[in-house]
């Protein structure tokens, strides 16, 4: 790691130290759009970052919002949290398009047409973000990531108001990450469960620019439009510095809905088993409601304690939440028969309205929520019968 972060804080320390220099003529500022890849979860949406070009002053770097440190025990509960710190870096050009070949991903470079004035405000914000006490910033993926600072600086730095073109089609902030995810059937089984319904709110145009692709479409059709009301296209020119690799996607055999049918299918068989041999299994509800309520555990700590801004509310909650552990005490303690009733009872009929209601929820239902919801309806509805 000190290897790797030494020579990287020494070149910022370089690049803040060359910040006396203005920018020359020449120079150019661009912006550079990465595809996504399947590498890893964190690569299917894209990347973005800002590369400026000075030949005169031998400066060629790229900022670089998306810096974070994934190697701490502790990433995974603060970006459960909404407390993930991401940073930005300085890395040299070279660099920044040799590790974004190595992953697959392709490069587009969108020139910006700006003013020597602007391209000095630009550099200037860069800079000073690039300082120690504003490197750091408090992640958001909606709201504040590696696409939208780079739109927000850009539009900051322009003399005028950039005007878009023609906008795409409005979607949900649900149904436009779910299309990136589309080939991680359990990465969107996950973000439908963990996201509530603020994910089904149509976006603002503005909106779409957390994704990477969507602020380099829209930067396409953009003018810069001055107070004087003369306009000028705000790219210049664009090129592809590195082409996609192709890469063959694989099929995910096990898929969610699979799943969720074949355990299904399996209390199906169960029940069938229990009605001819009249008998019961309590530990099997014992299991399908403690793993329920675990899962509710988990669901209710990220609608009620993390910082995301688009996990609360959770309709998710009316069919999985914690509560579910005591049915699975309930259900396999001795002499608890009557409390048994009223859980299963209620339990059944809270989901009875769901499922009836499911078309009116506002909220989007992974379509392999239902097969579990039905489970957990079909065993409790059985069980209250039972006990009644």
């Known amino acids: 790691m000190n290897k790797v972060l030494f020579p990287a804080v020494f070149f910022m320390f370089c690049i803040l130290l060359r910040a006396q220099t203005a920018l020359g003529d020449g120079a150019q500022v661009s912006l550079l759009t990465c595809s996504p890849s399947e590498e890893a979860v964190f690569t299917v949406y894209g990347h973005t970052a800002i590369r400026v070009c000075d030949a005169a002053n031998g400066t060629d770097v790229v900022f670089n919002y998306g810096i974070f440190n994934f190697s701490g025990g502790s990433f995974v509960y603060r970006f459960a949290r909404g407390r993930t710190d991401y940073r930005l870096e300085a890395v040299r050009f070279e ?25 000095g405000r630009l550099w200037d914000a860069l800079l000073i973000n690039l300082r120690p006490e504003n490197a750091v910033y408090r992640y958001n993926f909606f709201f504040d990531n590696c696409a939208t600072r780079p739109a927000e600086i850009i539009r900051k730095a322009v003399d005028g108001e950039i005007v878009y073109g023609k906008e795409p089609e409005r ?14 059937p359990w990465l969107v089984f996950g973000c439908d469960l963990a996201l509530g319904s603020p994910t089904d709110r149509v976006m603002t145009f503005g909106e779409t620019f957390f994704l990477p692709l969507m602020l380099e479409a829209a930067l396409d059709s953009a003018v810069v439009v001055s107070a004087d009301g003369v306009g000028r296209r705000l790219v210049a020119s664009k090129a ?65 304690a993390s910082e995301h ?51 009116f929820i506002p909220e989007h239902f992974n379509v392999a929520f239902f097969p579990l919801i039905v489970c957990l309806w079909m065993r409790s509805g059985l069980r209250a019968r039972t006990l009644y």
């Open 95 to 119: 660099r920044f398009l040799a590790e974004y070949g190595m992953r697959g991903s392709g490069v587009t470079e969108q020139r910006l047409d700006l003013t020597p004035a602007e391209r």
């Open 171 to 184: 979607e949900t902030f649900r149904r436009r990450i779910n299309r990136c995810m589309r080939n991680q």
């Open 240 to 304: 592809i510095l590195l082409e996609e690799a192709p890469v063959a996607v694989r099929k995910t055999v096990v898929t969610p809905l699979g799943v969720a049918l074949l355990m299904l299918l399996s209390l199906v068989a169960v029940t069938v088993a229990e009605r001819r041999r009249r008998t019961y299994y309590a530990a099997v509800d014992g299991l399908l409601f403690a793993l329920a309520g675990l899962a509710g555990c988990v669901l209710f700590f990220l609608a009620v």
């Open 309 to 359: 801004p688009a996990v609360w509310p959770n309709w998710s909650l009316a069919w999985l939440h914690p509560l579910h552990l005591v049915g699975a005490a309930l259900t396999v303690a001795k002499g608890c028969g009557r409390a048994a009733y009223y859980y299963h009872f209620i339990n059944f009929a809270a989901l009875t309205l769901m499922l009836a209601g499911a078309y």
